[in-house]
């Protein structure tokens, strides 16, 4: 079977799947991932039923960082029968100014990419590097670059700048917005589950462990809560979300702390993990008594509550809020008590509804309805992929 190999390469995971092309259409056929690299290694897959193809502890001596890992994820796979490989779709975190939607990669267009890796150190190069690895190997098979950050730049240059000089902007810094990938699935998805808010005024919350909002006016981003980098907006599972510069400026003056010191703070050690001081996992927060979990819960509420009321005052009203993502999804307790905080904006949660996991939570007559719709990059990006090789 022909097939679109779907890549997500993080620091410390590789995530990959294969889409079938079947009549026009594609089918997940695998779903994989190597996680604990640096650490503990270990390969899982299962197939498009969930039943387990592979799960065990790899060698840490032999699949010690991310290229040994591709080895190894690319050794597994060529052993999965039937697949005939037409393309790679890869996620890639940033588009910089430039992209704003997919691209078939060929050299120029990766070493523009790999300009943009200022902006996205921690993410970007780990991107890339499956690409490059791909290009020498398999140099015939087409390869596609994902953003998260295309959705967000058809927005207003006002709704996208900061307010320092113009050359800045110029420059390359920007309200770029992420989580792109995973707003653009939504939007399609609204389109077949509730074609009659699509149109409309629509707030999308992924909460993961990374969390940011989206404002949707008819199916399009006009504002988002990331900015120039993932660090902004909303608490995280280890990200602050929105801080004062000030601070910056303090820990640096007055703390003596490096840019790097900084960087891990914000990037590692900060947010859900560091209020509650217990864990970056809302699961486990959620089923802790220690009174800080419940503080560093408070706090997300909060500031998702804060920011909801932002993204409606830029759609001039609000007509549906969707949750998705790990916490969207699965925490009937969070959703709960942010659909509480949004009741100014007439949105009325039925409990029995959200306590059951039904895609729709509001009462029948509410006037915001409330939506669950488990969100899916990757298929996003096979489709991404599968257009661009039609083209
Ligand atoms: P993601 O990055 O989308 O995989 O989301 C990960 C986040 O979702 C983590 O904070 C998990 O603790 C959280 N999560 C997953 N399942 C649940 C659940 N049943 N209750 C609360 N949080 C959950």
Same mark, same amino acid.
């Given at each position: ?58 060698? @840490? @001596? ?18 999965? /029968? ?16 430039? %992209? ?15 300009? %943009? ?39 207003? =240059?006002?709704?996208?700048? %900061? ?19 995973? %707003? ?7 389109? =077949? ?9 629509? $707030? ?27 660090? /902004? ?45 217990? @864990? ?46 790990? $916490? ?37 007559? @509410? ?8 969100? /899916? =990059? ?14």
């Amino acid at each position: 079977m022909e097939a679109v190999l779907v890549v997500n390469a993080g620091s410390s995971s590789l995530k990959f799947q294969i889409f079938g092309i079947a009549g026009g259409g594609l089918q997940r056929q695998v779903r994989g991932k190597i996680d604990g690299i640096g650490t503990h290694p270990h390969l899982k897959a299962s197939n498009a039923d969930g039943t387990d193809l592979v799960d065990r502890a790899l060698d @840490s @001596s032999t699949v010690r960082d991310l290229p040994t890992a591709i080895a190894e994820a690319r050794n597994w796979l060529g052993g999965v /029968d039937g697949i005939e490989l037409r393309a790679i779709g890869h996620r890639v975190v940033h588009g910089g100014p430039d %992209y704003v939607r997919p691209v078939l990669i060929d050299a120029a267009v990766l070493e523009r990419l790999a300009s %943009y890796q200022h902006l996205a150190p921690l993410h970007q190069p780990n991107n890339l590097a499956p690409i490059r690895l791909a290009m020498d190997i398999n140099p015939d098979v087409p390869q596609v670059a994902c953003f998260d950050t295309a959705f967000h730049r058809g927005r207003a =240059e006002h709704t996208d700048c %900061y307010a320092l000089p113009h050359a800045f902007y110029e420059d390359g810094i920007r309200r770029y917005g992420f989580h792109g990938l995973s %707003y653009e699935y939504i939007a399609e998805r609204l389109r =077949e589950v509730a074609p009659d808010i699509a149109g409309g005024r629509v $707030i999308v919350a992924h909460l993961g462990s990374g969390v940011s909002m989206c404002a949707l006016k008819d199916g399009r981003s006009v504002e988002t809560t990331m900015g120039f980098t993932a660090l /902004d907006g909303l608490p995280m599972g280890t990200r602050p979300g929105q801080l004062d510069p000030g601070v910056i400026l303090y820990l640096l003056t007055h703390h003596g702390m490096s840019a790097q010191e900084i960087s891990d703070l914000l990037y590692h050690d900060a947010g859900l993990k560091g209020l509650s001081g217990i @864990s970056n996992d809302m699961r486990e927060l959620s089923a802790s008594e220690d009174p800080r979990a419940s503080f560093a819960i408070d706090h997300f509420v909060h500031r998702c509550s804060l920011h909801a009321g932002m993204l409606a005052a830029a759609l001039g009203g609000l007509d549906a809020f969707v949750f998705t993502a790990g $916490i969207g999804e699965n925490s009937a307790t969070v959703r709960a008590r942010i659909a509480e905080r949004l009741d100014w904006l007439g949105a009325e949660l039925d409990a029995k509804a959200n306590d059951t996991g039904a895609p729709v939570v509001s009462r029948a007559g @509410s006037r915001v309805s409330l939506h669950v719709i488990p969100t /899916d =990059e990757e298929l996003m990006i096979a489709r991404h992929t599968l257009a661009l090789l039609r083209v």
